[in-house]
């Protein structure tokens, strides 16, 4: 049985600041007995969008190279939730997660594939495929405490996604967000539970959770939730930590005695 902790915060426009957060995080969690730490989508960076590339970096970039730095550090399984990636087509970036071994090797590479061009009625419209391209592979990589399938926020409102995961074998969904408020109040747990049910995985779910700007507030609640679509874990208000344990015995009793995954007829 291993912990894991889903981080929670409150990054903003100052990249130095988010990124000396998001350590105190991981060293806390690992101190508590995390074996692996997730930390939220956009979690070295949100500011204004005029700026968001010039607050992009490549996967060897000083942001991504302290996190495997930090990893090998703490010796943890460490999902870097996502960052502002340079080298799409068109001038464009990527959104893109990376899940980093123990020893500071790169264990996965998810660009976000669904992309969040919506109006939810909070007085935003959000277009992130205007500056971001979305990312074509399913990724799912192998980690001490079971095998991660990895995903971004706005991904989790497409369950075809976390079924493919669960074919190629994921016992574990990670879910590193910034769900907006009006969002997040009425889907964000529900949906992290359906998830889990469905897939008789556990889910890591890292939050953006707080006042980021006088524009942008997101939801919070980052949480871990186990096979049976049960909340083992939550985030309280602003930065902070869930952590729960991986049962594997556990998993492996829910998926026996009620075997859903063995009975889909559509792939």
Same mark, same amino acid.
């Given at each position: 049985?291993?912990?894991?902790?889903?981080?929670?915060?409150?990054? &903003?426009?100052?990249?130095?600041?988010?990124?000396?957060?998001? &350590?105190?995080?991981? !060293?806390?969690?690992?101190?508590? /007995?995390?074996?692996?730490? =997730?930390?939220?989508?956009?979690?070295?960076?949100?500011?204004?969008?005029?700026?968001?590339?010039?607050?992009?970096? /490549?996967?060897?970039?000083?942001?991504?190279?302290?996190?495997?730095?930090?990893?090998?550090?703490?010796?943890? @399984?460490?999902?870097? /939730?996502?960052? *502002?990636?340079?080298?799409?087509? =068109?001038?464009? *970036? $990527?959104?893109?997660?990376?899940?980093?071994?123990?020893?500071?090797?790169?264990?996965?590479?998810?660009?976000?594939?669904?992309?969040?061009?919506?109006?939810?009625?909070?007085?935003?419209?959000?277009?992130?495929?205007?500056?971001?391209?979305? =990312? @074509?592979?399913?990724?799912?990589?192998?980690?001490?405490?079971?095998?991660?399938?990895?995903?971004?926020?706005?991904?989790?409102?497409?369950?075809?996604? $976390?079924?493919? %995961?669960?074919?190629?074998?994921?016992? *574990? %969904?990670?879910?590193?967000?910034?769900? @907006?408020?009006? &969002?997040?109040?009425?889907?964000?747990?529900?949906?992290?539970?359906?998830?889990?049910?469905?897939?008789?995985?556990?889910?890591?779910?890292?939050?953006?959770?707080?006042?980021?700007?006088?524009?942008?507030?997101? $939801? =919070?609640?980052?949480?871990?939730?186990?096979?049976?679509?049960?909340? @083992?874990?939550?985030?309280?208000?602003?930065?902070?930590?869930?952590?729960?344990?991986?049962?594997?015995?556990?998993?492996?009793?829910? !998926?026996?005695? %009620?075997?859903?995954?063995?009975?889909?007829?559509?792939?």
């Amino acid at each position: 049985m291993h912990l894991i902790a889903a981080a929670q915060m409150v990054s &903003t426009a100052d990249k130095a600041h988010n990124v000396e957060a998001a &350590t105190r995080l991981v !060293r806390r969690a690992s101190e508590l /007995g995390a074996r692996l730490v =997730g930390l939220p989508e956009n979690f070295a960076w949100m500011g204004p969008e005029p700026e968001r590339q010039g607050a992009a970096e /490549g996967l060897d970039g000083p942001t991504l190279s302290r996190m495997a730095e930090l990893a090998r550090e703490r010796k943890v @399984t460490l999902l870097a /939730g996502s960052v *502002l990636e340079t080298g799409a087509p =068109g001038g464009r *970036l $990527y959104n893109t997660s990376v899940l980093f071994g123990p020893d500071g090797e790169r264990l996965g590479v998810y660009r976000k594939m669904h992309l969040f061009d919506v109006e939810v009625g909070d007085g935003a419209t959000y277009q992130e495929s205007a500056a971001v391209a979305p =990312g @074509t592979e399913v990724v799912a990589a192998d980690t001490e405490v079971g095998r991660l399938g990895m995903s971004v926020c706005y991904d989790l409102r497409f369950p075809e996604l $976390y079924r493919r %995961l669960s074919k190629d074998g994921a016992t *574990l %969904l990670a879910v590193p967000a910034a769900f @907006t408020m009006m &969002t997040g109040k009425d889907h964000w747990e529900v949906l992290l539970r359906a998830r889990a049910i469905e897939n008789q995985a556990y889910v890591l779910a890292p939050a953006q959770g707080g006042r980021h700007s006088a524009q942008r507030q997101t $939801y =919070g609640h980052a949480m871990v939730v186990d096979p049976w679509g049960l909340v @083992t874990a939550r985030a309280s208000e602003g930065e902070g930590l869930a952590l729960a344990p991986v049962d594997p015995a556990l998993q492996a009793r829910i !998926r026996r005695d %009620l075997p859903c995954l063995r009975h889909r007829r559509l792939d």
